[in-house]
């Protein structure tokens, strides 16, 4: 039998000879068979928990002891339509997230600056530096919560020795979520450092020798080289922290529970007691549908500010 080059090309569509054209394929292809059954595995542990979720977000449901009743977007309107709870842990959240990474950006990159030059004890440094990462956050949450303890925290004695007045710090609303933001900033401000640290050890020297040359002072270095140059590094750094600070719940729960009242209820807080304090499963569903948009809007503005596309 004789085979044309578009036969050969094509493989055989029948008959004996058609066995050859499906190994041939099968050769072709056969990277996708042994990573098939991971992307399959990792779909449907990702895919059913988030199609279950937008199902049950159309119900009201309170338990297994009663059907579920359809209510179409009607938990969305009850969230939108004035529920103080939504728009006090929105609040909170939003204040809890801004402040925090901007000080954790702030002073990581600073510190990623002061760790790419040569100094004496510099390993000792970045080591002692990143241990809180290192750290189990629902452990140092416990450590946190002794050392804000108004009557034999350490905050405390630092207080008396400067002669500030006594602070309930966890039990004061004006002042639990400060005291959460200096926990937050405390442990995840080296994750900034390593990743900026890590852009500019990429960053060609040659660059600053030529800006030296031309008289430009260290600010001018910093705002006009390395801050554009390394910009993509902070931003990635800030996303990342940015969804983790927002989806907050073990660090909050184990040193506040929210409170005192609802001043330190965040929206994961607030899903939480909705779905398993309340039963409102349905309703907790659809405000996890809105906490993902949330985080889905952060992101694409930190990307238009690193400049790619989302």
Known sequence: MTWTEAEIREGPKEGPAAGIGLSRWVDQHISWFFILPAVLFLTAVVAFPVVYTIGLSLFRWS???????WVGPGNYADI????AGFQNALFVTAY????????????GVGLAQLLNREFIGK???RTLLILPVAGTPVALALVWRHMYNPSNGIFTWFAEILHLPPQRWLADAT????SLILFDVWQWTPLIMLITLAGLVSLPSDIYEAAQIDGASPWQAFWRITLPLVRPAIVAAAMLRFMDSVKTFDQIYVTTQGGPGIASQTL????FDQAFQYLHFGYASALLIVLFFIILAGNVVLVSLRGGRA
């Open 63 to 69: 338990g297994a002891a009663t059907p579920p009743t």
């Open 80 to 83: 939108f339509a004035g529920d």
């Open 96 to 107: 809890f997230t801004g402040v925090s990474v901007l000080i954790e950006v702030t002073l």
């Open 123 to 125: 390993g000792i440094a």
């Open 175 to 178: 002042t639990v979520i400060p």
């Open 268 to 271: 994961n807080l607030y899903v």
